[in-house]
């Protein structure tokens, strides 16, 4: 700041300037502000407002220079000049409280008042162009228009109360982010801790084990995952689950973590998993919501050779059963019973009897003459 600059500036605003600078405490310099206001226009009241963003509130936390530091609420609805200087987001001048048109709802309450004030005067606190609060000074003399001089002396002890509320309410933004961020990260400590309980037991598991958060993302897999997905744990923690696996088995792994029910009546589902150089494999995979967490335990095993025995089976069976029904000859086959379990075209076309009825409902012996039976058996 240049000489000129500085000459033009009263003594007592600068000494301020120089007080502010020695006690940066946003108590010590509201208190500062609140005792020049007073000093300079003469009033009795200065009161500091703070107001909280989307609420219609004030909270007043203090009220000339020696009082405590508080918080007492007020409706900004009983206070139409606190809104208007949020509005006008400079100051705002009022001669005369009870016959200014601003006042004029509330005048029936200024008139009852304990302490009814006839002047007042507020000077916005500016945080990045948002008024965050106001001081508020009221006077019992009917006061004429104040003069430049003197508005340009309250505007900037304003503006150096502002400095000090918005670096305080920094301070405090940047404390809850910390207090926020402290809270993620004891809970994710707590997640892991919890997790060492079972960690022997899941490393003994032959069945695959991952632990995701409620996203899906990978925070604990054992021995077995990583044999399963040939992957180390370096490049599978923190990994998305469904990363994993086949595009096909995307929405329905999605689903798994989600707690839809897809598996089958013991909550398996099968899943593809992309492995390097082969088509893939097949997982069994049943997921599970942690009691008391929003943690997901997937537990699965390779069951790749499993289903192509099963489905190596299927062809057999269906090309014994197509061999069966094609044979010209009839062919019944029953239980230890007697119960016919297998009753194909021909013989439904030289006994006269459909599959549907004899199958699991008939005896052969029925289909043999009486006495026969015994003969054949």
Known sequence: MSNTVLSEIPSELLDFIDEFARSPELED??????????????????????????EDLGYVVLENANAELGNHVVQLADYPELREVIRQKKAVVISDVLG??????????????????????????????????????????LAE??????????????????ISLGSAMEQD??????????????????????????????????????????????????????????????????????????????NLAQRALSGDNVGDGYGYVDLLVD????????????????????????????????????????????FLENLIQSSVDAIVAADVAGNIILFNRSAERILGYSAHEVVGRMSVERLYPEDDYDDVI
């Open 275 to 318: 492995r390097e150089g082969e088509d893939y494999a097949v997982i069994s995979v049943a997921i599970r919501v942690l009691e008391d967490s929003e943690q997901r335990l997937v537990s699965f095993r390779d069951v790749t050779e499993l289903r192509e025995i099963e489905s190596e089976l299927r062809q057999t069976r269906d």
């Open 145 to 162: 228009q104040f003069d430049d001089g003197l508005m340009a002396k309250g505007r900037l002890i304003a503006a150096v109360a502002s």
């Open 29 to 54: 310099v509201l208190r500062l502000a609140v005792q020049r206001l007073a000093d300079l226009f003469e009033v009795e009241r200065v009161s500091v407002v703070i107001f909280r963003e989307d």
């Open 173 to 250: 933004d940047l404390r809850r982010e910390f207090r926020s961020l402290l809270r993620v990260k004891m809970a994710a400590d707590k997640e892991v801790e919890d997790l060492r309980k079972y960690s022997s037991f899941f490393e003994q598991a032959h069945d695959g084990i991952v632990v995701t958060d409620a996203a899906g993302r990978i925070r604990y897999l054992n021995e077995s995952a990583e044999k399963i997905f040939r992957r180390g744990p370096d490049s599978l923690n923190g990994m998305p689950f469904v990363a994993l696996l086949n595009t096909r088995s995307h």
């Open 100 to 141: 200014d048109a601003l006042l004029a709802g509330v005048r029936s309450k200024l008139e009852k008042a304990k302490h009814p004030h006839r002047t007042a005067l507020l000077f916005p606190l500016v945080r990045k162009d948002r008024v965050v609060g106001a001081l508020f000074l009221r006077g019992h003399r």
